[in-house]
């Protein structure tokens, strides 16, 4: 019943008189136009409200003005090629019709892409070097596929055209292939939230550093010694790296101590949790505490394990911590053991030398070391003549 009244419906319309056909045809594209235009608010807004910031109410304003002009332009052209306005004209109208929304959808993606690039720059939440590249990326695929859209509406072979491009495009990726790299490393770090500028982190090489910048190309470590180490985002993008800055920026310290077997285990386990809790530098949640490791072979060994505000305070709290603990030890008395060795020389056990001689001590007695060419045998004047020689040699 209902697709009756819309046949019904299609042949009044068909029937009207052409200039009255074309006039309802063109009011209808208005009114759906303006429907767009209120209905589709909603609607753009649920695709794009996942999007951080203001960067959302860019991308509304911008493709706002390009649905409405081109539902009512289509309609519009529907109309004119319905009624036979012009019937020499129909093909001309379509493909001058879809060339003018082309390049103004060009315009507006490319505006778009421009004015989201800027609002995003302007939010701590983007990278300000990486928003750019996307922006030239989006410009450029916009406007080679209008192009190539717009020649294939006038019937122009575009096959040279991509083999030129593709034969371009091989010949640039070998010429370039290290930046390339780079820039595809770009992209990836920042897709995948690697680390970002202020981060801590440790590469794969064992340098350990703040992240200062990072460019399309490469980026900037400076490392603890206030050097500035310069690293190609491509050998990032495969390398191991530790960032000690996520998922939160307290870290764990282990400071490892020895005490002597004598000792009263669960007395030292108190002692050290007590110069945690006392330095300015250990933070209070989550709380410190002490493992037992192991038997050492010159002492038991512990873990203090605590937590400090940021990586880069690691070097600083265990300089204080070891202080105190040293002075906590001395103070309650516990054994700080240290390896010792014993060298025994060779000879025989009575303390006899090998040649058979010796003294009370086990040394060789002094009358029996034959004197050397060097030897004086307690003549000063001789040193002295051998003194003088040296000098003048």
């Known amino acids: 019943m209902q697709w009756n009244a819309l046949a019904d419906a299609w042949a009044a319309l068909l029937g009207l008189p052409t200039w009255q056909g074309v006039l309802v045809v063109v009011g209808c594209s208005l009114l759906l136009a303006k429907a767009i235009e209120v209905g589709g608010d909603a609607a753009i807004r649920r695709v794009t409200r996942r999007i951080p910031g203001d960067v ?24 004119l090629t319905l009624y036979d306005v012009f019937p020499a004209w129909n093909t001309r109208l379509e493909n001058g019709l879809l060339t003018l929304l082309t390049l103004l959808w060009m ?9 989201a690039s800027e609002t995003a720059t302007e939010d701590d939440r983007f990278d300000n070097q990486v928003v750019p590249i996307f922006q030239n990326v989006w410009t450029a695929v916009v406007l080679g596929a209008g192009v190539f859209l717009v020649l294939s509406y ?10 030129s491009a593709g034969i371009a495009g091989i010949v640039v990726g070998f010429a370039a292939r290290d930046t390339i790299a780079n820039f595809f490393g770009s992209i990836a770090l920042y897709a995948d939230r690697t680390y970002t500028v202020g981060d801590f982190v440790v590469l794969d090489s064992g340098e350990r550093g703040r992240v200062e910048d990072i460019s399309i190309r490469s980026t900037d ?13 491509s050998q990032l993008n495969t390398a191991t790296l530790v960032n000690e800055s996520e998922p939160q920026r307290e870290r764990r310290l282990r400071v490892s101590v020895g005490v002597g077997y004598d000792s009263d285990l669960e007395y030292v386990e108190e002692v050290l949790l007590d ?14 505490r002490v493992r037992v490791r192991e038997f050492g072979g010159s002492a038991i060994d512990l873990d203090l394990l605590c937590w400090i505000p940021g990586p880069m305070l690691r070097g600083r709290a265990r ?37 058979g001689s010796r003294d009370a001590d086990g040394q060789i007695p002094r009358e029996s070391r034959e004197p050397g060419p060097d030897r004086t045998d307690g003549d000063p004047d001789a040193a002295d003549d051998r003194w003088a020689d040296s000098r003048d040699s």
């Open 56 to 79: 959302d109410r860019v991308i509304f304003r911008t493709l706002h003005p390009p649905l409405y002009i081109t539902v009512a332009a289509v309609g519009t052209v529907a109309a």
């Open 107 to 115: 315009y507006s993606l490319t505006r778009m892409g421009r004015r």
């Open 154 to 163: 006038w019937n122009v072979d575009v096959t040279p055209l991509l083999a």
């Open 221 to 233: 470590i400076r490392t603890r010694d206030d050097t500035v180490v310069t690293v190609p985002n």
């Open 275 to 288: 110069v945690a809790t006392e330095e300015e530098l250990v933070v209070e949640d989550p709380p410190p």
């Open 319 to 355: 300089h204080q911590l070891l202080k105190r603990i040293h002075a906590a030890f001395r103070t309650e008395g516990i054994e700080i053991p240290f390896p010792q060795r014993v060298v025994s020389m060779p000879g025989d056990a009575d303390g006899r030398n090998g040649d």
